[in-house]
């Protein structure tokens, strides 16, 4: 602790098996263990589930969406109200993007240039003019811990030229959102206190890859994601992405996997080094009655689980926990009949109690994924 009491930003690794690594993050609102999964919380909520229900699963970093807050309801009225932590109730770290990927993956007749993005919302069809600069202001007003510097997220199919050009326009706007940083640090302590990560793309061409992350590391910033994956590319694709990208990027700074995915991935990226993952696979699978279930880690980081779709009839009867292998406050103390009778006539805790059993094993297998390690 330095004098004013503010905890310094520190990534503290603790263990190692080959390129996998166990950690710890430390941010203005508490820390987190790594490999660390975020519970997506889109509109400063995770879907269904209260801030004492995310909780109750583990979790101890949830992220959210710079784009949809900005646009409901807004982020001067999220910074008036107290920023996110208090809005939402939640006292832990919070991660936020940065707009980018839903401005080009929701948003209305996209201007993309230099000076950033115009867009119209695609609630109302209001024009935003999203910068960089703008970007950070966003995040800082949400009261980010981690903030994500504005990126372009180009498609999977994106010819080799316009990845290149994408890129560079990528560093060109993570050096302003750092330059805006700093600027905004200088007016406000409680932001020198917030981290600002890079976002590598570079699509699956690992020489780009190896571009983007130079440049961006030459600028500096407090930890890497690797973005542009998981958007349709094969899987082993992505792997051979990882393998190539990740050795470019620091040794002592966190790396993020943008969007990444299913239990099996996250288990493959974290032997390639990757410390972070968010994904709304465990939140929205809950909602439409699918369920992970019977999850195993073994010491190579093998994963096996399968998933049953509690919607069937075949559920009505049973009396088993969702999954007899689960502590959650879900399987402590429902069945799979009760449950299934719940989504069948549509009751709103069917949602809430199967996404807090999805996200419960989503935290489950960070855990055993960290002990095996
Ligand atoms: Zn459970």
Do not use: R, W
């Given at each position: 602790m330095d004098p004013a009491g503010v905890t310094p930003f520190a990534f503290n690794i603790t263990s190692t098996d080959g390129a996998a690594r166990t950690g710890r993050v430390t941010t203005a609102h508490g820390a987190f263990a790594t490999p660390a999964f975020m519970p997506v919380?889109?509109?400063?909520?995770?879907?269904?589930?209260?801030a004492a229900d995310v909780a109750a699963t583990g979790a101890d970093i949830v992220l959210a969406n710079t784009y949809h807050l900005m646009l409901r309801p807004g982020a001067e009225r999220i910074g008036r109200l107290g920023g996110l932590h208090r809005f939402m109730n939640w006292p832990g770290p919070i991660l936020t993007d940065s707009g980018g990927f839903q401005v080009m993956s929701l948003a209305k007749l996209r201007t993309l240039s230099d000076h950033g993005v115009i867009f119209q919302s695609h609630i109302d069809g209001a024009t935003y003019d999203l910068t960089p600069e703008r970007s950070v202001e966003i995040q800082h007003l949400l009261d980010a811990d981690i903030s994500m510097v504005l990126d372009e997220c180009p498609s999977a199919l994106a010819t080799k030229k316009y990845l290149k050009d994408s890129l560079e326009l990528t560093t060109r706007w993570a050096k302003r959102c750092k330059e805006e940083k700093e600027k905004l640090s200088g007016k406000n302590k409680r932001l020198s206190k917030s981290l600002l990560f890079a976002i590598v793309q570079g699509g699956t061409n690992s020489k780009l890859r190896a571009i983007s992350a130079q440049q961006l590391i030459d600028i500096g910033f407090d930890g890497y994601a690797l973005g542009g994956l998981a958007v349709g590319e094969p899987v082993k694709d992505m792997l051979k992405t990882l393998d190539a990208a990740?050795?470019?990027?620091?040794?002592?700074k966190p790396r993020y996997l943008m969007g990444v995915g299913y239990p099996e991935q996250i288990a493959e990226a974290v032997k390639r080094g990757i410390d972070m993952f968010d994904c709304v696979l465990p939140t929205r699978n809950a909602r439409h009655g699918v369920i992970f279930a019977n999850l195993k880690v073994s010491k190579t980081l093998k994963v096996s689980y399968n998933t049953i779709r509690?919607?069937?009839?075949?559920?009505?009867?049973?009396?088993?926990?969702?999954?007899?292998?689960c502590q959650c406050p879900t399987c402590q103390n429902y069945s799979r009949g009760y449950i299934r009778h719940l989504f069948s006539t549509q009751e709103p805790l069917a949602l809430r109690l199967a996404t807090i059993h999805n996200v419960h094993f989503y935290l489950e297998l960070m855990k055993q994924i960290r002990n095996n390690i």
């Open positions: 919380g889109t509109a400063a909520t995770v879907k269904a589930m209260s990740v050795p470019h990027l620091p040794q002592d509690i919607k069937q009839t075949k559920f009505a009867k049973d009396t088993k926990p969702l999954d007899p292998t």
